[in-house]
């Protein structure tokens, strides 16, 4: 085809396109609708309008007011519908230039496990718009509508006064859940920093306090507050710190939330009776929950305030150390000038001593021998004298006795004992016998002890023996450290990003923030624990470094003098309080209930070591090994985090502790008294009954060792003691229960983890200076035990701080896990177990709310399980003691809770169908309690023994026993069948039976 006839085509294509006509698309079909009448009202500020509204009418409400550009003022809009019917909402919606609020009234919020609350008085704070001009006149819109029915309603316009919060001046306000408050403060010129401190007689209602960034729509609702900026809850005190560059406008708003309940606060949940008629999912009208607050914003302390603190800070440590080196560099002058005198001493030369009587023999091997070559402890060779000779000098009418040690094999010095002089050595002076100086169960069982008896083992292998505790906790520091780091900083994200701060428990009230830090100063208070440990560590050094030149230089006094010297412990307790600081400081980086533990390890570890350290001083030969040393530590450890998750109210773990530290306290202290010359075998039990015969019954003999005796006597009283007041006490945390053992200090207070991050601010104290936070310090470097934090620290969760939480909110998969069993829990079972309950136990047991938590709490107390499970035994035997009024002491309610599941099991029902006392309890297992109750019910049903009251359709009957009787000719015509035949009658399954292959017919 040509060009030309190519294009005539391509044009009659289009012109075919352009003409067809369009597609017929379908119309869409809308309902008719009735027209509605809008009645538009001219509206005046502080007038109140009662009006109606119903499906046909619109009302609304214009507004306009004048806007100044260096002027802020706030505008309120108070509605209340005057109709009692919740059922007829009412629709306000508020049209500004930049943003729209709409709210229905009544207001539906809801709380905790989808509560639903109505409130009909609800009054909203409008966001503020900002303006260029010096002054601007504004229209505002609030329309009214409704799809109900002619429903009254009352409105109300009003101007804020003190919208915009001044520094330092207080204000106080009211607010409630439908009726929040929010406030505008702007930074002055020279304030960088502010704190914003809100106050309240009232701990309850829980109200949250949040800090948002002069934006529109403002997010002020129990549903909504947590969306956009900082908040964190509160019950008489909150604070939160403010820096200006996180605001580029450098004003923020101050908003003011009261929640719906106070079960984030550590508040008890409302129990509100339904009237057989109501619906679970009705609201709740909460009446006037009303909380009265005060608001304070002052300046925050200044960035010369922050470098002049650190530097105090360095300044008091650092001081220690020069201290430290003035000391040692007196001492090492001391030390030349002792030298300088003894060589004077010895100055004149043989000629000049023997015209003034002195003599003088130094052996050759003198200057020749390592420093290890020939130490032993206490001990010289007792060779010929022609070795070694005791030289005396006559210095007036003193005499002095010098006596040089020659070389030694390790072999003969490991077990002699010390001689004053080795021409003292005479034949009666020793037994002949080899046991009496080498056997250990010679030796060390003697009635009176000396430091040589017990340090008779080889230097060498006694250094090597203590130095693994350095590297052993140095190993450890490592490998924990490391995760605890990137934890705590992936916490500090978390804060920073989501902006809820009761993540971290702080003191706000002196938390003082750096860069991403939200308290630095409770880092830096944890400065001293490195700082000083580092010292401790350096101090160890030189001693370790002059020791091991004397021992070159064969100086008398070291070799001989003394108690033996081991560094090694003293390596482990510098490295552990070190780390104790660091643990401290990754703790405080964002301190909460699962992880609090970082630095109470290293406390644990720095009073074993101290134990340890001590004991060593004197017993050498017989310390633990750090292997052991550090398995035990791990144990105790292990036990308190046990403890921390599954001892508060658990009866049953504290019995196991206290019964696992008895036993360990009893067999520390054979150790000790026995100097670990003892066993423990399967005769044990023997040895102990024989003893007990043959001291205390055929003849009373007092022990050997009296003063060991009394003290280890002591020891256990005090920890038997701690350990029963523990069991008594078995609602505080193990780990509050075990640090007395380890570090002799009582807490100071019940220690309770329970409380919600809101009301444990409540305890927090405030502080003047930013110093006070930065003055934890170390009392003594060579103890290795620091001193307790300042006041104004963050609440620490160390075993005796008070007031933490007992259990946290979960996140992560803990909270998916627990959502996982709460659904578990069925509502229909519910309404059946309870009518059971009422049924079998009469009215005045009452009726719960509904619900699984109003459930829980109906059960809580133990006493209408034990009035259930009293019904279902026969007049006169009751198992459960039911006590005149309710318990309300925690363990008290534990352990009628406890007596129930004695008594359940008693009756039939098995273990596997039974729930833990804490399931119920702390409500983290209600279907299994469901479980339990239904087994019970069913176990009653099928005993049918006139005991259970209700309708026997309620529970499953349990499967009985079917025994079938056959006759003796139905018994003897069975034996003609045989086995092949049986099962072939009446359509028998005959599975699993072979007959051989079938004939195969092929055609």
């Known amino acids: ?124 704070t409008l966001c503020q718009p900002q303006t260029k001009a010096e002054v601007e006149t504004q229209h505002f819109y609030v329309d009214v509508s409704t799809l109900s029915l002619n429903t009254s309603y009352q409105l109300r316009v009003t101007r804020v006064e003190n919208f915009v919060l001044r520094t330092n001046e207080r204000f106080s306000f009211n607010a409630t859940a439908a009726q929040p408050q929010y406030f505008k403060y702007e930074f002055p010129e020279e304030v960088d920093s502010v704190i914003v401190k809100v106050t309240s007689a009232m701990a309850f209602p829980c109200s949250v306090i949040s800090i948002q960034d002069i934006l529109c729509p403002v997010y002020d609702l129990d549903n909504n507050v947590a969306f956009i900026g900082m908040y964190q809850t509160m019950t008489k005190k909150a604070a939160i710190t403010v820096q200006k560059k996180d605001f580029p406008s450098h004003s923020f708003y101050v908003v003011v939330v009261v929640k719906t309940e106070d079960e984030v606060c550590g508040g008890p949940l409302p129990y509100y009776p339904l009237s057989k008629d109501a619906s679970p999912d009705e609201p709740v009208d909460q009446h006037n929950r009303q909380k009265t607050l005060e608001v304070m914003v002052s300046p925050a302390i200044t960035s010369e305030a922050y470098v002049r603190s650190v530097l105090f800070c360095l300044g008091i440590f650092l001081s220690f150390y020069v201290l430290t080196l003035l000391i040692a560099c007196w001492e090492s002058c001391w030390q030349h000038k002792r030298k300088g005198l003894l060589a004077a001493m010895d100055s004149p030369n043989l000629d000049t001593a023997s015209l003034l009587g002195h003599s003088r023999s130094i052996p050759d091997s003198f200057l020749n021998h390592g420093p290890y070559d020939s130490y032993g402890y206490g001990s010289f060779g007792n060779g010929s004298s022609s070795s070694t000779e005791g030289i005396t000098d006559s210095l007036g009418s003193a005499e002095v006795s010098y006596n040089y040690v020659g070389e030694r094999s390790l072999e003969n010095v490991a077990g002699r004992p010390r001689m004053d002089s080795l021409s003292s050595i005479e034949e009666d002076d020793y037994d002949t016998l080899a046991d009496i100086d080498y056997d250990k169960n010679v030796i060390r069982t003697k009635q009176y002890l000396c430091v040589a008896d017990l340090a008779r ?31 705590v900083i992936t916490y500090q994200t978390v804060v920073n990003v989501t902006g809820n701060q009761d993540i971290c428990y702080y003191n706000f009230l002196c938390a003082h923030p750096l860069g991403n830090l939200s308290a630095f100063n409770n880092i830096l208070s944890n400065l001293g624990y490195v700082l000083l440990g580092l010292l401790f560590l350096l101090i160890i050094l030189q001693r370790e470094i002059n020791y091991n030149r004397a021992l070159l230089r064969n100086d008398a006094h070291a070799l001989e003098c003394g108690i033996p010297k081991h560094f090694g412990l003293f390596y482990a307790m510098g490295t552990a309080l070190m780390m104790e600081g660091l643990l401290s400081a990754c703790y405080h980086v964002c301190p909460n209930y ?19 350290k001590l004991y060593q001083k004197r017993h050498p030969d017989i310390n633990a090994s750090a292997y052991s040393a550090y398995a035990c530590l791990a144990l105790v450890i292990f036990f308190s985090v046990v403890g921390v998750v599954f001892g508060k109210g658990n009866t049953a773990f504290w019995i196991v502790f206290s019964v696992i530290h008895i036993v360990a306290t009893l067999l520390l202290s054979t150790q000790l008294y026995y100097m670990g010359r003892w066993k423990l075998d399967s005769g044990i039990l023997r040895r102990i009954l024989h003893v007990l015969y043959t001291d205390c019954v055929r003849q009373c003999s007092g022990p050997m060792y009296v003063d060991r005796m009394v003290l280890l006597v002591m ?174 002491m925690v363990f008290k309610q534990m352990e009628q809770i406890a007596q129930f599941l004695k008594a359940a099991e008693d009756y039939g029902v098995v273990k596997t169908d039974m729930f833990q006392t804490v399931d119920l309890f702390e409500a983290k297992d209600m279907a299994a309690v469901q479980r339990t109750l239904m087994a019970l019910g069913s176990l009653a049903v099928t005993k049918n023994d006139g005991n259970y009251h209700g309708d026997p359709n309620w529970f499953m009957k349990k499967a009985q026993e079917h025994k079938r009787e056959f006759t003796e000719s139905q018994l003897k015509e069975g034996k003609n069948i045989i086995g092949l035949q049986m099962g072939t009658n009446k359509g028998a399954s005959q599975a699993g039976m072979s007959y051989g292959r079938p004939r195969q017919i092929i055609s």
Request: aromatic residues 8%.
């Open 1 to 124: 085809m040509s060009g030309a006839g190519a294009a005539a085509l391509a044009w009659a294509l289009l012109a075919g396109a352009l003409l067809s006509p369009p597609p017929v698309r379908p119309q869409l079909q809308l309902q008719p609708r009735r027209d509605r009448d809008v009645q538009e009202k001219e509206a005046q500020f502080n007038t109140t309008y009662i009006d109606w509204v119903d499906a046909n009418l619109l009302n609304i409400y214009a507004f306009n007011h004048s806007v100044r550009r260096n002027r802020t003022e706030g505008v309120r809009v108070s509605v209340n519908v005057l109709s009692d019917h919740k059922d007829r909402p009412v629709l306000f919606v508020v049209r500004q230039k930049e943003a729209v609020v709409s709210f229905q009234v009544p207001l539906i919020l809801r709380g905790l496990y989808q509560r639903k609350y109505a409130y009909q008085e609800v009054s909203r």
């Open 457 to 487: 083992k080889d230097k060498r292998v006694l250094r090597k023996k203590y130095q693994i505790y350095f590297w052993n906790i140095a190993t450890i520091a490592v490998f924990y450290a490391l995760p605890v780091v990137q934890l």
């Open 594 to 612: 699962t992880n609090f533990q970082f630095d109470t390890s290293f406390m644990y570890m720095i009073a074993g070591l101290c134990m340890l």
């Open 715 to 888: 020891g256990n009283i005090i920890n038997w003691s701690l350990s029963a007041a523990a069991s008594a006490s078995s609602s505080s945390p193990c780990s509050a229960s075990s640090a007395p053992l380890w570090s002799g200090a009582l807490p100071s207070s019940s220690s309770s983890r329970g409380s919600a991050p809101g009301r444990k601010r409540q305890l927090n104290p405030g502080s003047t200076t930013v110093t006070a936070s930065c003055s934890t310090s170390l009392t003594t470097t060579t103890s290795g035990i620091s001193s307790p934090p300042s006041p104004c620290s963050a609440p620490s969760w160390s075993p005796t701080t008070t007031a933490m939480a007992n259990k946290g909110p979960a996140y992560g998969m803990s909270r998916d896990v627990q959502s996982k069993i709460e659904k578990k829990y069925d509502d229909e079972l519910e309404d059946r177990l309870v009518e059971w309950i009422v049924a079998q136990c009469g009215a005045a047991v009452g009726r719960p709310e509904r619900g699984r938590l109003g459930f829980q709490v109906w059960l809580k107390n133990g006493i209408v399980l034990s009035r259930l499970v009293n019904s279902l035994y026969p007049d006169g035997s009751k198992p459960v003691k039911i006590p005149d009024a309710p318990p309300t």
